[in-house]
Nanobody
Framework: QVQLVESGGGLVQAGVSLRLSCAAS????????VGWVRQAPGKERECVAA????????YYADSMKGRFTVSRDNAKNMVYLQMNSLKPEDTAVYCC??????????????????????WGQGTQVTVSS
């Protein structure tokens, strides 16, 4: 089991950038694929980005491509989500999570939040117009 703690959220205006960080505690962190999942009131959970164990493969939801970048530093047990050109519709709680399923086989075409096993508490991102 791995424990995750997110940070970096805040209240910003549209067009501004934020970088979210996810700190993991487990020694086996490098064995897990890590995703960023957001939840907004009245909306379904959505995996916005994910990264494979090695960091060589990434997934992005279509609306995030070109705006969001996920990266990891296994030596530091850290995963990051760089968010550029933020839009009001990006407002949500962003959680990092690890997936045993995607750790075994990383899929780049789609990611389901239902396949993630361990979750952080989340960090709030609010984008005003």
């Amino acid at each position: 089991q791995v424990q995750l703690v997110e940070s970096g959220g805040g209240l910003v205006q549209a067009g501004v950038s934020l970088r979210l960080s996810c700190a993991a505690s487990g020694r086996t962190f490098s064995r897990y694929a890590v995703g960023w999942v957001r939840q907004a009131p009245g909306k379904e959970r959505e995996c916005v980005a994910a990264i494979s164990t090695s960091g060589l493969s990434t997934y992005y939801a279509d609306s995030m491509k070109g705006r969001f970048t996920v990266s990891r530093d296994n030596a530091k047990n850290m995963v990051y989500l760089q968010m550029n050109s933020l839009k009001p519709e990006d407002t949500a709680v962003y959680c990092c999570a690890v997936s045993e399923y995607y750790s075994r086989s990383f899929i780049v075409r789609s990611h389901s939040p239902d396949e993630y096993d361990y979750w952080g508490q989340g960090t709030q991102v609010t984008v005003s117009s």
